[in-house]
């Protein structure tokens, strides 16, 4: 166990009454039993000592993290943009959350979602930054993973390094996300350190933009959805209710997942479909299984989650 941790790292402290000590994982050396020096503390720190085969003691070191209590939004309640959130040490504020469709090197059919936000260290160390969690979560239940391009291509750029005490640092945290991203609201989640139980979520207004896929009305139905090994099919009718012809291109179809984009193996019949008013198309979809447990399918307009995939 004790190998296994990193700088860094989270310590919890239970104690039988109820209160819960939070440590952050310093060092680790190797001492020889009882040495006194094991037992010196000059400030409050938790000493974890493991005995090993040889007789010698493999001890870990970690600084108490702070006794100040978490600042949340009323229970029930999420926090709004402009709404400071203080997590021990840290204090989170974001300023707003934008999209960014026509960015250097987007696939048809994606676009950068970027999060500006700021942190304060309200503590007597210095933070890491590189360490942040950040995730993108849409209303239709899809996570989206922090991507350096999106992160680059915001107002403040990427938030990295340390952030010494009593400093205020400014960041973005961007997305590659569908262009149908599934709104009206998106929750954006930080926590400052990874698995740390203090988290933040925040609340941002979101309204959905869509292309239409031609001058005709698409209904979409996805009848079927399973894994062939590693390729996922996914199958459905494309119905046009409209007066004119409508076309579905390759950038109408998308597949996102928190592991990111998928690329289409393969669609039948092929791209570009051509239906007729009043006509249905039965069509199939193919795609490299994600990464994740769910994906999100974006199809002429529509949104469909696909579960079960791990």
């Known amino acids: ?161 340390q952030i010494a005490p009593s400093t205020t640092a400014q960041g973005t945290a961007g997305y590659l996300v569908p262009e149908a991203l599934a709104g009206p609201t998106l929750i954006w989640t930080f926590r400052p350190w990874p698995e740390s139980e203090l988290q933040a979520s925040v609340s941002i207004p979101y309204e959905a933009h869509t292309e239409p896929v031609s001058a005709g009305r698409a209904v979409v139905n996805i009848t079927d959805a399973f894994l062939d090994d590693d390729v996922l099919v996914i199958e459905g009718e494309v119905r046009n209710t409209g007066t004119d012809p409508l076309t579905v291109e390759l950038s109408n179809i998308i597949l996102s997942s928190s592991a990111g984009m998928s690329d289409l193996l393969m669609a039948a019949p092929p791209l570009p479909w051509t239906i007729e008013p009043g006509q249905t198309q039965v069509v199939e979809l193919q795609y490299n299984k994600p990464s994740a447990s769910t994906a999100l399918l974006t199809l002429a307009g529509y949104s469909f989650e696909i579960g079960g995939l791990q």
Do not use: C
């Open 1 to 161: 166990l004790l190998t296994g941790l990193r700088p860094g790292d989270e310590i919890k402290l239970h104690l039988s009454n109820g209160v819960v000590l939070f440590f952050r994982f310093v060092e680790r050396r190797e001492a020889e039993a009882n040495e006194a020096s094991v037992f010196e503390q000059s400030r409050p720190r938790l000493t974890l000592i493991l005995e090993k085969d040889d007789g010698t003691w493999q001890v870990a070191t970690a600084d108490y993290a702070t006794e100040t209590e978490p600042v949340q939004p009323p229970s029930g309640t999420l926090a709004q943009p402009g709404q400071p959130v203080r997590l021990g040490d840290v204090e989170l504020t974001v300023a707003r959350g934008h999209a960014e469709r026509s960015g250097a090197g987007l696939m048809p059919g994606t676009m950068y979602y970027m999060v500006e936000f700021s942190v304060q260290n309200m503590g007597a160390e210095s933070l890491d930054a590189d360490v942040f969690n950040m995730q993108l979560h849409d209303n239709a239940g899809n996570t989206y993973l922090l991507s350096p391009a999106a992160s680059a291509a915001g107002e403040y750029g990427p938030l990295s390094g």
